[in-house]
């Protein structure tokens, strides 16, 4: 068993689709998954209660038929920071009560699981302690999607560093077009490339902007997970 969280340089990075991605890649080459969404914020009401997009495709894309709050314990209305949406709802929430929160799903027991953040690296869940503490507590190797666009080698180099400085190894990334009119692209790429070779961490996979792309249809979300594979 393998398990690994997965952070973005930030939000909007394309984190859930690289987690949807990935899972389904377990599965296609032949292994099980489980993917784990601690906190999620901005959900939709159903007749099923609170629920959150990003979270519904890691149920989709797991092995086995677990419940939906196995796989996003704790489910936010507001599509905000989450610090902020738990203290509208009341919730008080800390580190060590995440991780009660998410008992059921860090038991589980898959070949593959990822375990997928919310916004970037440091995102708070309360006035003093992060989803970096998280992880950290858990004392999981970090998967790094980053969002091509500008800003993105900065952003990059910036979460590596802050990655390492809790101890954790950065198990490998994955470079996600989300701007396809970004000016030097493939030079900010290139230059990504060789400063993670440089370090010894590995490239998972490029993926490329794809337009219409629906990563709730397996046939759609097989054009990214064919672009990527899992670190070794």
């Given at each position: ?95 060590s009560s995440l991780i009660e929160a998410c ?130």
């Amino acid at each position: 068993m393998k398990r690994y969280f997965l952070t973005g340089t930030d939000t909007d990075a394309g984190k859930t689709l690289i987690s949807a991605a990935l899972l389904q890649r377990a599965v296609l080459d032949g292994h099980t998954s489980f993917g784990l969404k601690p906190i999620a914020s901005g959900s939709d009401r159903t007749d099923s209660g609170l629920r959150n997009r990003d979270a519904l495709l890691h149920q989709k894309y797991s092995s086995g038929n677990l419940t939906y709050e196995v796989h996003n314990p704790i489910t936010l209305k507001p599509a905000i920071a989450p610090h902020i949406a738990a203290k509208e709802a009341g919730l008080s929430l800390t580190c060590s009560s995440l991780i009660e929160a998410c008992e059921n799903g860090l038991t589980q027991t898959a070949d593959l699981q990822l375990i997928e953040g919310a916004g970037g690296w440091l995102v708070p869940l309360n006035d003093t302690e992060t989803l970096a503490d998280f992880a950290a507590a858990q004392n999981l190797p970090v998967i790094l999607v980053i969002g091509l666009k500008l800003g993105c080698i900065n952003h990059a180099c910036l979460t590596v560093e802050a990655i390492r400085q809790r101890g954790l190894v950065v198990a490998g990334w994955v470079a996600n077009s989300v701007d396809p009119d970004m000016e030097a692209q493939q030079e900010n790429l290139r230059y990504l490339t060789q400063w993670f070779h440089q370090r010894g961490i590995k490239h998972l996979g490029t993926v490329p902007h794809i337009r219409g792309i629906d990563p709730f249809d397996e046939n759609s979300l097989k054009q990214v997970s064919d672009l990527l594979h899992w670190p070794d």
